[in-house]
Every structure is written in C-alpha cells, then in structure tokens.
T-cell receptor, first 116, second 113 residues
C-alpha cells in the first residue's frame, strides 16, 4: 500500500519551455503533497506543500510564478516548471501523506529534469 | 532556521560489520524523526521512524533517539553490500498542520564485500 506514482521519470527540454510533472497517490487519498528538489550531492529541499483544493504554500526563496503547483484532487498534484532554464535542471521528487498518518510521507520515484 | 546535521562520509565498513550513522538537529521541539535510504539516482525510501527516547529495532536496523542531546542515530548490523547507499536523516517540525520534513545532507555508506 501507499504507492506514489510520479511521471515522467526523466525529461529533457529546451530552455524557455514549460514542463509538467505529475504526482499521483495510487491506493490512498493524499490530503497533503510535498514537492522537493535535489541537486547533485545535496539533500532534499522542500519547495512547497500543497493541500487538496487550496493554494500551495511555498518555501522561502521558491518562486511561485515559476513553479506552479496544482492539487486539484485527493490523488493528483502537478508541478509545472515554467520557462525552464538550465539552472532548473535537478531531481524533482514528490511525496504524499495520508490523513490518518500525516507524519509519514511516501515518496514518488522522482523526475530528472535536464534543461538544455 | 531549522538545521539537521549529518557526517557526509563516506563511511566505509566491511561486510558483516556494524555501520553507525549519526544525526543532530537544532529544533528542540521536534517530535518525529526518520531515517531514509537513497540509492544513487533514486528517491528516498523510509527505513525507520522514531518518536520516543531510546532504541527502536527493526530487523538489522536500530534507531536511537536522545531528545535531550538532540541526537538521533541509526545502527545497521551485519551490513551487506546492498546497504551501500546514502542515508538521510529527516526531522519533522513541531507544531503546524503540514508536518514538514527537514532533511540532512546525508551520509554515504559503502559496504565492502
């Protein structure tokens, strides 16, 4: 149980384009989803927290207009990297928590974004 | 700013030995503590969670928590080459309703056959 699916696993795009990453909870309803970014040899840095039906809460220093997060249902959250630039190249990982066990986060497999 | 500190390693142990991983945190009010394992190029996988002072054992893994010292550790007994990975310590902030995690930078463990 508690499977989180993240798609795509890898994306290569040209500078200036937008990329959408999906995060789905397959066998549970996720009241809260989290989006992280991880640069090489660095730890996971929380970008934003999203609750179903409400606006995402962004961490300090994360541009909300550049990283658009939508959490339209209890099983789906999306992260759109708008006008991507090479410095946005990173490993993006989502996680989800269950309402009855909010302190446990289940992670998706991650998306490797490379912006040329 | 909440901080979670880990020795970056690499920590190298022979197969069958005990690997000891350490973590300290700055937020004295933190309530929940987690150890994740991350293989290269993969996302983190939850190994252990611990909430109370003392030891918690699960198979070959033992987590230890000392809130007074703001210290949490992970022991891996009978280490196997498949345990070679980066181990991330994560601390959950106290208060609030979203249960955010703060991660350390991770300790790279290599188990040599």
């Amino acid at each position: 149980g508690a499977v989180v699916s993240q798609h795509p696993s890898r994306v290569i795009c040209k500078s200036g384009t937008s990329v959408k990453i999906e995060c789905r909870s397959l066998d549970f309803q996720a009241t809260t989803m989290f989006w992280y970014r991880q640069f090489p040899k660095q730890s996971l840095m929380l970008m934003a927290t999203s609750n179903e039906g409400s606006k995402a809460t962004y961490e300090q220093g994360v541009e909300k207009d550049k990283f658009l997060i939508n959490h339209a249902s209890l099983t789906l959250s999306t992260l759109t990297v708008t006008s991507a630039h090479p410095e946005d190249s990173s490993f993006y990982i989502c996680s989800a928590s269950i309402s009855l066990a909010k302190n446990i986060q289940y992670f998706g497999a991650g998306t490797r974004l490379s912006v040329l | 700013q909440k901080e979670v500190e880990q020795n970056s390693g690499p920590l190298s142990v022979p197969e069958g030995a005990i690997a000891s991983l350490n973590c300290t945190y700055s937020d004295r009010g933190s309530q929940s503590f987690f150890w994740y394992r991350q293989y290269s190029g993969k996302s983190p996988e939850l190994i252990m969670s611990i909430y109370s002072n003392g030891d918690k054992e699960d198979g070959r893994f033992t987590a230890q928590l000392n809130k007074a010292s703001q210290y949490v550790s992970l022991l891996i007994r009978d280490s196997q080459p498949s345990d070679s990975a980066t181990y991330l310590c994560a601390v959950q902030e106290s208060g609030g309703s979203n249960y955010k995690l703060t991660f350390g930078k991770g300790t790279l463990l290599t188990v040599n056959p």
